[in-house]
């Protein structure tokens, strides 16, 4: 599935370094049966167009290989240290929380919960 969405707060911070740079780790599928798999995650976050937008280049590990998923800019709530988007084209909400160098959250199809993340930064 390869995608692009913008989504913004609007707000920067100081939290270029905290957020840049790849981050990997587990998507573990929530929905069986169904056309989801456990993956190793690997994403990679760069500053976005604009204040308190960050760019969201996703990859899944298949054989030591990055595999691309799709690429979307996040926003960044530093009230609660959240990056959050939602993807139109595929009705998906992800919310993912950052806790110093670990990333956790959520892929949520509709109502449904469809991943459980969870990235360390490498």
Request: proline share 4%; charged share 20%.
């Amino acid at each position: 599935m390869l995608f692009f969405a913008a989504c913004s707060y609007g707000q920067q911070g100081n939290t270029d370094s905290l957020l840049t740079g790849t981050w990997k780790g587990t998507s573990i599928c929530q929905v069986r049966p169904s056309p989801c798999h456990d993956e190793i995650a690997v994403y990679h976050i760069s500053k976005g167009p604009g204040p308190g937008v960050y760019r969201m280049v996703m990859n899944k590990l298949v054989n030591g290989v990055e595999e691309d998923m799709g690429e979307s800019d996040y926003s960044f709530n530093p009230k609660d240290n959240t990056l959050f988007c939602y993807i139109e084209k595929y009705k998906v909400t992800v919310k993912l929380t950052i806790k110093g160098n670990t990333m956790e959250g959520t892929l949520h199809s509709g109502e449904k919960l469809y991943r459980i993340i969870k990235l360390s930064k490498e």
